[in-house]
Structure formats: C-alpha cells, structure tokens
C-alpha cells in the first residue's frame, strides 16, 4: 500500500493534469484501488454525489426531482465488461426493468446503455439479440435508448452493432453518442445522419493515443464545435423532430458537455440559423455544474440530465475525477474535512 501511495504522490507533483487524467484512468480499472473506495465509508458517501445511488427506485426518485424542474432525464445502470453470455443477459433483463420502472413511475426519460455491458466483447450477434430485445420493449412504451460510446478499439463494432439492428428489427428508437476527440468522429457523423440518427455529441472520457485522438484541449473543442454545427445544420435543414413532449425521446442534435464555453458557442449558432430551442439538447451529468443545468432549464432550453445508478460506480466515479480537475478537487476536500 506503501508504495502504491508513492506512485500516486508522485503522479500529482512531478506529472502534472495530463499524467493525474492518465493515472485517473488507471485507477478507474484497479482492482485494489476499487476494493479500498468500496469499503472506505467517507469517499463513498462523498462519490455517491455524482451517482444517484445504488438502486433502480433512488434513479425514479432523482428523475422526478429533476422533472419538477423542466429537466428530462436519461438513466444509466453502471456496469461494463460482462464475462459471460449469462450475465449479458441477465444484465439485459435488468435494463428491462429500468424501462418497466420509467412506463410505470410516469417520469420523464430514457435509458443510456454501453454496449459491452449486453455482451459486445464476447459475440456481436448476441449484443445484437440483446439490444433489438430491449428496443423493442422501448418501443412497445413509445421510448428511447441512446447507446454509450467507449474507448476507440470498439467503436467499429459499436457501429457495426448499431446497422445490424437498423436493417435486421427495423430499429428506430436507438441513438448513438460521437467523441469530438476521435480523428474520424466527423466521418462517423455524416454517415449516421444518412439514416437520422439521432446523435449526442461529447468531447470523450477515455485516454485515447495520438494516433486516433487529438490530444490538446483547444483542438478538441474545435472539433467539437465543427461537429455541433454539422448536427444543429441537419436539424435546422430536414426540419428534425422536437423533444418529446413526454421528455423520453431526444431531438437530432444533444450536446453532451459541462463546459460553459461549448454551450453558448451552441445557444449562439442556433441564434444564428434560426434553430428552435426545442430542436436541440443540452445533456449535462447528475452532480456537476448544477448551476450551469438550472439557468438553461429557467432560459426555456431542453436539458437532459444522465442519472448513473448501481453498485459498480467506482469507475465512473473515476473517469469524472479524470475529466475536470474541479471535481477532484471538490473530492479531496471532502475527505479532508472527513
């Protein structure tokens, strides 16, 4: 533990943000580390303030709270990297049962999943099978699923996964989520709204190489509103749909960021085109920069919050940690004030 505690002092003074983001990220998938924030009372509590909690009925709850103030929702069960075609399929039946909850509890959201938590790194038939399951279970209830995108060695089956339920079951109601980091994010783009996919648009959370991924700040933001530009176009050009009223379906183009600068950049080109409030979204993560979601829901824009739940946390936890310096820092605060 001795040594592990020097590493990580170490990683803090001598490498500065962009080795902390690194050795974050490392951290999100260690075991050890996972074992000691499980059991560590304080940072649990401290964590739990970016998750809505580890049950389906604290998400509804959250959900609702949101919905009282002209906010939709999208929830997410944690988990990633099923070992077993038996616990992908378990772990579909459990997104059921957020699809039953949200049709019975009346509130107003949609569902985020990843795809290797339904199995996309032991078969793509069987994370095929499973997707088309629980779309056509959304679909019975006139709701939405948006799929989360990972690191970039699974962005082509992600994609592949994504066609084969548009030709194979006909699916409509699936979106899909773009990383402006990506080099080829832009080809991506244009081949997803051939079919008007209905896209969310994030800077990404993964420690992605030069070879696939910008990796200065100021050329990801460009890049990610280039593509906002290229999304709020196609909207304001095939007349794309509205939020639903009921809050479960999305419009063409969602911005997935916390950043106050990509957000005006969006609310001014929309000015500029003449693009309606309610043909765009601004989705924003549950505990971070509340402030920020609250003075666009009161200017009458469409905010979508994501409400992560369940018992695997710790790494999402942990990429949030890596994303924004602020939140770390908000956590080391915490603990220190115990």
């Known amino acids: ?3 592990k505690k020097f590493i990580l002092q170490n990683s803090i003074l001598i490498g500065g943000l962009g080795m902390l983001r690194t050795f974050l990220i490392y951290l999100s998938k260690a ?9 560590w009372g304080i940072a649990r509590k401290v964590a739990l303030r970016f998750v809505a909690g580890e049950k389906l009925e604290d998400a509804i709850l959250v959900a609702k709270n949101l919905n009282t103030k002209g906010m939709n929702a999208t929830l997410d069960q944690l988990g990633e990297d099923t070992n077993t075609p038996e616990e992908a399929r378990e772990t579909g039946e459990q997104i059921k ?6 049709e019975s509890s009346g509130v107003r959201a949609g569902i985020s999943l990843k795809l290797t938590q339904i199995g996309l790194d032991l078969s793509e038939d069987l994370c095929v099978e499973i997707l088309a399951g629980l779309a056509i279970l959304a679909r019975k209830y006139n709701n939405f699923i948006r799929v989360d995108i ?3 060695p699974r962005v082509d089956a992600t994609m592949r996964v ?3 339920i548009q030709e194979e079951y006909k699916i409509n109601n699936v979106g899909m989520v773009l990383q402006s980091y990506l080099y080829r994010a832009e080809e991506d783009l244009i081949e997803l709204l051939k079919s008007n996919t209905k896209i969310r ?3 990404g959370a993964y420690t992605e190489p030069p070879t696939v991924a910008y990796q200065k700040k100021i050329e990801v933001d460009e890049n990610f ?3 906002m530009e290229i999304l709020m176009d196609a909207a304001n050009n095939n007349n794309g749909p509205d939020v639903s009223k009921d809050g479960k379906w999305p419009p063409l183009p969602a911005a997935g960021t916390h950043d106050p600068a990509r957000v005006e950049f969006i609310k001014e080109y929309a000015r500029l085109i003449g693009l309606p409030k309610d043909k765009f979204e601004i989705q924003m993560l549950y505990g971070i920069n509340k402030g920020l979601q609250d003075s666009l829901a009161a200017e009458g824009y469409p905010v ?6 369940g018992q695997e946390w710790y790494p999402y936890f942990m990429r949030r940690l890596a994303e924004r310096p602020a939140n770390l820092w908000f956590f080391l605060t915490a603990l220190f004030r115990g």
Request: proline share 3%; net charge negative; hydrophobic share 45%.
């Open 1 to 3: 533990m001795e040594e």
């Open 31 to 39: 075991n050890w580390m996972k074992e000691m924030m499980l059991n």
């Open 97 to 102: 049962e957020i699809l039953n909850a949200i």
């Open 150 to 152: 990972e690191d970039s």
């Open 162 to 164: 994504y066609k084969r």
């Open 201 to 203: 648009m994030v800077k």
């Open 225 to 227: 509103d280039s593509l």
């Open 304 to 309: 979508r919050i994501y409400i992560p739940f």
